[in-house]
């Protein structure tokens, strides 16, 4: 088998860890009314990494936050994997958020008065789960905080804050892990750090991440990026660097500015 055709296949065999199907998002009611998404079609494959892109008030955290089922669609469906979330009562919501999803917010979120590994462990300790140590151990060596354990987390800093949501956001083995501007409370190098956890989660513990950004190079960590306008989905690149997401960026830039003239 020569490697054009293992790689269609491997392209047909990899599955949606999550996708949402004609979504529709909107928020307030006659003049008011304001369309977040606007019938998106989105497909975000298991074990990859997926960064959603737009300029602001695109629909782009919308998205995620229908996708991850922290919000509701107004219209149409969101999966995870087979499960369509809009039919789940709220109870059965919260269970697959907290048994299915892992989450990962610009807010690091972590409890003050915990230490590192109480908060890496508190989604399995909220559910009355048990901790596997072993995979515990490998959390913890992936994000290089073995020395900092004992430690609270106003004795980390904002990098090191961050590893450790997003050790909590891993803990679970979700089957994804959402990230909402994960790297906008840092600076460059410590960006650079989680950003290279998330792509280190994908490559060697096979995680599903799908992450909002508002930064090309941050993007050019992913393995795809889908990029969203006034809430539609109108573009998507595939082994993205950040050189490449910058140019898309500004192509969309200069329609916006050739459509307001002509308007």
């Known amino acids: 088998m020569n490697g054009t055709e293992f790689d269609l296949m491997e392209a047909v065999e990899v599955r949606p860890a999550a996708r949402v199907e004609e979504a529709v998002k909107i928020y307030g009611l006659g003049a008011t009314e304001v369309r977040a998404l606007n019938h998106v079609s989105v497909e975000f494959p298991a074990e990859r990494f997926t960064a959603i892109m737009g300029p602001s008030g695109s629909g782009k955290s919308t998205l995620l936050h229908c996708a991850a ?41 972590l409890v003050p008065t915990l230490t590192v590994r109480e908060n890496i462990t508190l989604p399995l300790d909220l559910a009355g789960s048990r901790v596997d140590t ?8 992936v994000v290089g905080l073995g020395d900092r354990l004992a430690h609270r ?11 450790v949501a997003v050790a909590r956001a891993l803990v679970s083995r979700p089957e ?21 956890l998330l792509r ?17 190079t941050a993007a050019g960590h992913a ?41």
């Open 176 to 196: 994804v892990v959402f990230a909402d501007e994960p790297t906008g409370n840092l600076d460059s190098r410590s960006g650079a750090e989680v950003l290279g």
């Open 69 to 109: 089922g922290l919000d509701s669609l107004t219209a149409g469906s969101a999966y995870l994997g087979d499960t369509e979330l809009g039919s789940l009562p709220d109870r059965k919501l919260t269970l697959l958020r907290r048994e299915r999803i892992g989450f990962v917010f610009q807010a690091f979120n």
């Open 200 to 216: 280190r989660a994908v490559d060697e513990i096979r995680q599903s991440v799908v992450m909002v950004t508002h930064d090309p």
């Open 223 to 263: 393995d795809q990026v889908v990029f969203l306008a006034d809430g539609k989905l109108v573009d998507t690149m595939q082994q993205p660097t950040a050189d490449r997401v910058l140019d898309r960026m500004k192509e969309f830039d200069n329609r916006v500015a050739t459509v307001g003239r002509r308007g």
């Open 134 to 141: 072993d995979w515990l151990t490998t959390l913890i060596d």
């Open 153 to 163: 987390p106003t004795e980390l800093s904002g990098g090191q804050q961050q590893r």
